[in-house]
């Protein structure tokens, strides 16, 4: 897996370049993400516009680089496919995360 | 030691019935999705229905992979699909006996955490995501393997 990340204004967008978070790259993408959380000072903007599928192991690693953050750095999601939008709302981790539908939604709003 | 041979599903009216042998390792987990994907598409499964199956799988699977104290060198899991709804999913494994207590907590709903960022959970959604996802789960400890049998109604 790799990382596609991009400064856009205060926001930082990383795009996982990989069409699955699943068991077999949770740790990899949670060790390729370490290094962007203990330099971020604002807003992460996750853009899963690549990934067609994650699993339990996905979910607890986006969970798990939430958790890397210190404040007032944030993550949020963008772009969720069908099937990654329906693993969040299944484990309600939809009500931990501000998802945005579009990085240009994501863009227009503020971090507040 | 020889596997026992694996008794056919017994679903008079679905012709057809995808088989795997699975190695133990997430990366053969990933491969057979991508094999159980192909073969719902192509037998007509409804993308939400597609989704539904597909996860539950690998959810069933990487469970067996991570819990079932198995090694790579371990018989193959095997898994049966009726291509078809209503959608039956059969696993079977060598591994460890599935801990009661992880049956019983699958039945949790989901809901909404109310806790502090750093105290959310990174663990313990596969089971309750099959249970969520599934319209029967049966679990049977047989002779050494473990037989778990799911629903999927489509």
Redesign the interface.
């Known amino acids: 897996m790799e990382l596609a990340i991009q400064q856009c204004g205060e926001a930082k967008i990383v795009r996982p370049e990989a069409a699955?978070i699943?068991?077999?790259v949770a740790i990899e993408f949670k060790d390729l993400m370490r290094p962007v959380c203990a330099e971020a000072d604002g807003r992460i903007l996750l853009d899963l516009s690549e990934v067609q599928?994650i699993?339990?192991?996905g979910?607890?690693?986006v969970?798990?680089v939430?958790?890397m953050l210190e404040p007032p750095a944030t993550l949020e999601l963008v772009t969720l496919n069908?099937?990654v939008d329906?693993?969040f709302r299944?484990?309600?981790?939809d009500?931990?995360f501000r998802i945005h539908a579009t990085l240009d939604a994501a863009l227009a709003q503020d971090a507040a | 030691m020889r596997p026992e041979p694996v008794p056919a599903l017994d679903l008079p009216d679905t012709p057809a019935v995808l088989e795997l042998k699975i190695g133990v390792s997430?990366?053969a987990?990933?491969h057979a999705?991508e094999k159980i994907a192909l073969a719902l598409r192509e037998n007509g499964a409804r993308?939400a229905d597609l989704?539904?199956i597909?996860?539950v799988c690998?959810?069933a699977l990487?469970n067996v992979?991570?819990h079932g104290g198995l090694e790579e060198t371990s018989p193959p899991i095997r898994l049966q699909l009726t291509l078809g709804a209503p959608w039956h999913v059969r696993i079977l494994d060598a591994g460890r006996t599935m801990p009661a207590v992880l049956l019983a907590a699958s039945n949790t709903a989901?809901?909404?955490?109310a806790c502090a960022?750093?105290d959310?959970?990174?663990?313990g959604?596969?089971w309750?995501?099959i249970n969520?996802?599934s319209d029967r789960l049966d679990y049977v400890r047989h002779r050494g393997s473990n037989r778990l049998e799911i629903v999927i109604a489509g």
């Open positions: 699955r699943d068991a077999a599928f699993d339990s192991s979910l607890g690693a969970v798990a939430m958790k069908p099937t329906m693993v299944l484990t309600r981790m009500s931990v | 997430p990366l987990v990933r999705c993308a989704n539904r597909v996860l690998a959810e990487n992979v991570e989901f809901t909404a955490p960022t750093e959310l959970p990174e663990g959604f596969g309750r995501m969520s996802l």
